[in-house]
């Protein structure tokens, strides 16, 4: 689209309660294939292979001299030299802070909410402090609080053992936790215990709480790109996915980004479009979900009921961590919700758990929608001091149980209001 229906999108998106996140590539520019001389971007303005860039401007004086990474443990390589044969703008040049700012601004202008800063490794974390001071406050026009600043989450490739580190960059705002994607895909895919994730969270060797964006998968791994190999969950894994998606979810430690992509055969496959190349829609079947290539695993009933888990058992503590078998466990947020996990393929979950609830009965949100005071799946009656006797089958779709306070079904729904 236009720029202009970028701003008009942004509105209307705001306007609707979707805030915009926009993902900014200031590490490098595009570059050439051998022997091409010139290539147009995205909105139509040629580039230039001698590294002139007309529709910034940039010129060959505003990148870092010629040079390939050889060596991830040499940080001036990784920070100065080219990604994958990308020329490597020079952020130390006061021209290039400017240009960045004025893009990020211009932006921000527009009513986004944020931005995803791409390959912040190859930035050196003085140049990005410089630039991120200079952001203007979010539009109290579009709904944001006087003096917000942009939401900035970095992306940092580190599973630990790299020379540059993911903690040079938690100063400056929240940081990609690669290591919890390759982690909790080694625990659902059942190459460590479930009953491991009693200690989730920095005993892993994850960054300190809030300073972590986790996720199961993104757009980089789950084809391969990036960390984590084929420990890495998609959703082509659909029961693990979703039961990882739900723990996520459940559990308090981390910044939690849920995925939603289209469905690939190949690394390199582009989203859904028609004959003409032009990008199609998704289009979404009588229980909403998305149809014609696309998947949007933020839609699936489980995963979606866990965005209302999370924002009712706020900040929550984890309570009553119980190991009910290897790969059985359930837990408590304080005594607003309760999740049981089911990640054994040939055994059931069968217990008296603790789910720190009232008495009652409560609309199961892994199996059900809530809505009326009606439950459409599995309802659990909790009995007195919060304890149930639950049942979760091995061949269960899901493989969950999540009960929160709101969630309850109340004796009589006619009369309730």
Sequence with gaps: ?????????????????????????????????????????????????????????YTYDNFHPGCGISNYQDPYQVRNCGLAGLPDLNQTQEYVRNEIVGFLNK??????????????????????????????????????????????????IDLGNEKISKNEYTSLGVVTEFLYSTRIGEVFRGQRPLTSLENWGTAWGFLEQGKGLVFVDNHDNQRGHGAGGSTILTYKDRKAYTLASIFMLAHP?????????????NSDQGPPADDKQVIVSPLADLDGQCQNGWVCEHRWLPIANMIDFRNTVGLAPVMQFQKIATNQIAFCRGFLGFVALNNDKTSDLTARVNTCLPAGTYCDLASGKFAGYKCTGKTVTVGWFGLADITIPANDDVGAIVLHYKAMVPLFPTLSK
């Design 1 to 57: 689209g236009t720029e202009d229906e970028f701003k008009d999108m942004v509105r209307r998106c705001n306007a609707a309660g979707v805030r915009t996140y926009v993902d900014i590539v200031v590490n490098h520019m595009a570059a050439f294939a051998p022997g091409t001389t010139e290539i147009d971007g995205t909105d139509g303005t040629p580039a230039f292979s001698n590294l002139t860039y007309p529709g910034v401007p």
């Design 107 to 156: 932006l921000i202008g527009y009513g986004v909410a944020g931005f995803r800063m791409d390959a912040c490794k190859h930035m050196d974390p003085s140049d990005l402090s410089v630039i991120y001071s200079r952001l203007n406050y979010l539009e109290q026009s579009h709904g944001f609080w006087p003096f917000s600043k942009p939401f900035i989450y970095q992306e940092v």
């Design 253 to 265: 430690y981390g910044v939690p980004r849920v995925m939603s992509s289209y469905a690939f055969d």
